[in-house]
């Protein structure tokens, strides 16, 4: 009589999803709350009943090997969906539960985020927010998450996207006691003559500023003694006098207000729509996910 096929668990193929997407033993070991030797010793049992190898271990990280990344291709999606659906039946429950993981830029969650979810979080207790800090672009299909926020105009087409926030104004600044050793520039190419304060970004680098006044638009290249890869230092090395910085009219604010930076070229700075929260047009949305939305949604 034949030997029955042995049968795959689907443990070990969490365990191997888990390990591939986060692409670290010790990282996965956290999230499904295992240690690494029992994540290993589950992945190797694996590749030895497909007879394959799945990932490619170095010191350094872990990779899916061509016949792992078939098998997340595969399997991937199905994962999702059951999770998806296990917390859709937190609906069925007396109060909506679960965790919604959103990835944004850290000013957002102090701005927006925080003031408009704890009330929900104080009437929700089984709810759970997870914030992922992050400047540049996620997948957030590859890598897990339920949404993310950026600017609208920096959204894929095939997002469904929810304003969460006013429309945004630029704005380029310097302190006093730059101005006291450098003229105010009157147009954005006299920035180039300037030191500037940049950021470099993860997804997209040191970009060009970006400027428009009657619908003609003009980016300028600029130079300067200071890069930072977040904005969060930025109005700090300002307010320095180390140089001209152009982020959003928000991040000045305070400072504008007293008297510790100078605000110059406003009239090449018109608004521009806000953050908005994006995530994918084909998933179920959750009960908890859905009243997230609702509480971050601005009504027109």
């Known amino acids: 009589m034949?030997?029955?096929?042995?049968?795959?668990?689907?443990?070990?193929?969490?365990?191997?999803?888990?390990?591939?997407?986060?692409?670290?033993?010790?990282?996965?070991?956290?999230q499904l709350g295992v240690t690494p030797s029992a994540l290993s010793q589950a992945i190797a049992g694996l590749e030895t009943r497909l007879k394959i190898r799945l990932l490619t271990r170095t010191t350094r990280s872990v990779s899916p090997t061509a016949a792992g990344e078939?098998?997340?291709?595969?399997?991937?999606?199905?994962?999702?969906?059951?999770?998806?659906?296990?917390?859709?039946?937190?609906?069925?429950?007396?109060?909506?539960?679960?965790?919604?993981?959103?990835?944004?830029?850290?000013?957002?969650?102090?701005?927006?985020?925080?003031?408009k979810l704890i009330p929900l979080l104080h009437e929700c207790p089984d709810i759970k927010i997870e914030f992922d800090v992050?400047?540049?672009?996620?997948?957030?299909?590859?890598?897990?998450?339920?949404?993310?926020?950026?600017?609208?105009e920096t959204i894929d087409k095939d997002m469904i996207a929810v304003p969460i926030g006013p429309e945004l104004r630029m704005a380029a600044v310097a302190s006093p006691s730059y101005f006291a050793k450098y003229p105010v520039p009157t147009t954005p190419r006299d920035l180039v003559k300037h030191r500037c304060i940049d950021v470099r970004y993860p997804t997209h680098g040191v970009s060009p500023w970006e400027f428009e006044r009657g619908g003609k638009k003009l980016n300028v290249r600029v130079n300067g003694p200071l890069i930072f890869n977040t904005p969060m230092h930025v109005a700090d090395a300002a307010v320095g006098g180390l140089?001209?910085?152009?982020?959003?009219?928000?991040?000045?604010?305070p400072h504008i207000e007293g008297g510790r930076l100078v605000r110059m070229l406003?009239?090449?700075?018109?608004?521009?729509?806000?953050?908005?929260?994006?995530?994918?047009?084909r998933r179920q949305p959750s009960p908890a996910f859905s009243l997230v939305v609702d509480a971050l949604r601005v009504e027109n």
């Open 70 to 115: 078939r098998l997340m291709g595969v399997i991937g999606n199905r994962f999702d969906d059951i999770e998806g659906e296990l917390d859709a039946l937190t609906g069925l429950r007396d109060k909506p539960g679960g965790t919604v993981r959103l990835t944004c830029s850290d000013d957002i969650i102090k701005s927006t985020l925080l003031p």
């Open 243 to 253: 140089g001209i910085a152009y982020l959003p009219e928000a991040a000045f604010s």
């Open 2 to 30: 034949a030997r029955p096929a042995p049968r795959y668990n689907l443990n070990d193929l969490m365990a191997f999803m888990t390990v591939a997407r986060e692409g670290s033993f010790t990282r996965a070991a956290v």
């Open 134 to 152: 992050h400047y540049g672009f996620r997948d957030i299909v590859a890598d897990r998450f339920d949404a993310g926020v950026r600017f609208s």
């Open 266 to 281: 406003e009239d090449w700075c018109p608004p521009f729509p806000g953050f908005h929260l994006y995530y994918p047009s």
